[in-house]
């Protein structure tokens, strides 16, 4: 038994396949409010190749998650947007963003922490005045 099998109905695993790719949740976070071209998706995530781009369109576009417009013109216009389907992934990456910022945050204090003299913790430790039981 494979262990593609194994999670066969898995809803984790079907999430995952839309926001676990390194662009996946960029791509859809940046058509969230207004539909884009492909070039101006390409334009703002730096890095991306246009051959990956091009398959994660693909892909969601197969998925339900994205929608393909075509514009007759001269040039040819296309446009990206999210399906209303695709909308419903949008709650789940801010749900996202906000654990990275929070534990980012915390990451960051503790580094701070971590490179701070014990001589100076020991200071702020001994400003602090234990309160004492009043009889």
């Known amino acids: 038994m494979s262990s593609e099998a194994l999670y066969v109905g898995c ?19 940046h ?10 998706l390409r334009n ?5 190749s246009e051959k990956v781009l091009t398959q994660e369109l693909r ?8 929608q393909k417009e075509v514009f007759v013109c001269s040039p ?10 695709g909308l419903t992934l949008i709650p789940v ?10 534990n980012l945050q915390e990451e960051k204090a503790k580094r701070s922490m971590s490179s701070t003299p014990t001589s ?5 430790e001994a400003m602090q005045v234990p309160e004492r039981n009043q009889e």
């Not at 809803?11 to 976070?29: D, E, N, T, Y």
């Not at 058509?31 to 101006?40: E, H």
């Open 76 to 85: 040819a216009k296309v446009e990206y947007r999210l399906t209303t389907q």
């Open 44 to 48: 703002i995530l730096p890095g991306i």
């Open 31 to 40: 058509l969230k409010t207004q539909p884009s071209r492909f070039v101006d």
């Open 59 to 66: 892909f969601f576009e197969e998925s339900g998650i994205v």
């Open 11 to 29: 809803p984790v695993q079907h999430a995952r396949q839309f926001l676990s790719g390194k662009w996946q949740i960029a791509i859809i976070w």
């Open 120 to 124: 100076v913790i020991d200071e702020l």
């Open 93 to 102: 990456i801010q749900h996202i963003i906000q654990w990275g910022y929070t």
